[in-house]
């Protein structure tokens, strides 16, 4: 029987199994450029491996006229440009879902924010007070009347508490243009400006002895809700006439400007 | 940056086809195509005309990245090679597209293809000296091509194209009477390995 016993005969034969062919190995063994050595050990591998023995047929196949190395550096960067720059992620870790929710979130907070902010913020601060209370006041809790009660809390600068004890007192007397007056007034304090405006509109439509305060206080009731134009429209008939607010009519309206 | 031109070649094909499918990193999934790109272009060479590999070697890994987000791929290189060459037929039959129903029908293929002999490891019997006995009785008992085959190019260190000259067979043939040989040859020193074992 002879004996086919080689120093490395098993492992010559039963090798674990090595990683694919590189391109440059298939090119070069089909231009036959490799040593003996390497020569055995593609056709090694190729034995077994069926997808690297299809590509060593595939790359004899090949002409001249093809540039082996520049078309598969060429499909390399397609398939870079497709599925790494282009990237569309069906899943993601459950932090990256929680960062892109919180991102979201606070995009669409500053979207809300900076929608809902009033441009006129700083002049409305500036120029903006609350309209001084003209009505003596008696302190007596006991006996003071609603109005008086409401005012109280209106010196106070408590003007939610305000509005409110204005409204029991309109419920009552729907025609105290004092109370209409000095609710609207508390309505702009309590950033309320649509209240404030029905408020100065009933002052408007009487005689009231508040109808320039009404006046001036509606603009800026307007430009509160950001209606620039309504402001500036009363704004300006303030500045046309000679009142107590005509000078300060005419700086906002340059302000506004 | 050219991801596709610098293979990690440290982390396997499943851990890569894992991070893709647990996480939909696009990153994992062009690591583990760049490991491929040129042996499918070559095989789609082996197939279709030389103008035609890129764009189709393009389509495979389209139709690779797809399946691959629903289905479970266990031998992903076996996989790979399959889908290319029957693209690449389906392509030549003037049948345009592949169904997901045929790529499924592929993996299964794949699963039974499995040769379950692969595995079994003999580098622990190398020192054997009966082993080695074990292997001259059991290439004389191999079919005659077989043998001439495993002989001229294990042990003579002769090339495909030599053996093919020798013997006037294609490279095909020389190919395939190398792996009935080694197949046959495991086979039988699995079993003499186990009567060896059976005796001691």
Known sequence: ?257 | MRLFLRPKKQISDESLIEAYRSSGDMGSLADLFSRYTHLVFFICAKYLPAADCEDTAMEIFELLSRAMSIHQVTNFKSWLGTTTRNHCLMKLRKNKGITFESIENMMENEENEKDFMQNYDFEHLLESEALVQSLNRSIERLDERQKLCLKLFYFENKSYEEITTTLQISQDQVRSHLQNAKRNLRILLGKAHYAELSNA
């Open chain 1, 1 to 257: 029987m002879p004996n086919y016993q080689m120093p490395n005969t098993m492992t010559r034969i039963f090798y674990k199994n090595t990683a694919c062919l590189s391109e440059s190995q298939i090119v070069q063994y089909i231009q036959n450029v490799v040593s003996d050595e390497e020569r055995f050990l593609i056709e090694r591998h190729i034995t077994e491996c069926d997808v690297c023995y299809e590509a060593v047929q595939g790359m004899s196949k090949l002409g001249p006229n093809i540039d082996v190395k520049v078309t598969i550096d060429r499909l390399a960067h397609r398939l870079d440009e497709r599925f790494v720059k282009k990237r569309t992620p069906l899943m993601r870790s459950p932090i990256t879902y929680y960062s892109i929710a919180a991102t979201a979130l606070i995009i669409l907070a500053s979207t809300w924010y900076l929608s809902f902010r009033n441009p006129y913020r700083k002049l409305i601060a500036d120029n903006c007070r609350p309209y001084p209370n003209t009505i003596p006041l008696v302190r007596d809790t006991k006996s003071a009347t609603l109005l008086e009660s409401a005012l109280t809390q209106y010196e106070l600068e408590d003007y939610r508490n305000a509005a409110e004890l204005f409204q029991k007192l309109l419920s009552v007397e729907p025609g105290n243009m004092k109370g209409h007056f000095y609710a609207g007034v508390s309505y702009l304090m309590t950033e309320e400006p649509d209240k404030s405006i029905e408020e100065f509109k009933t002052v408007l439509r009487s005689t009231s002895e508040f109808s320039i305060e009404a006046k001036w206080y509606l603009a800026w009731a307007y430009l509160k809700n950001k209606d620039m134009d309504q402001a500036k429209h009363i704004f300006q008939g303030i500045a046309d006439g000679q009142n107590a607010f005509s000078e300060q009519a005419r700086n906002i309206i340059k302000e506004l400007n």
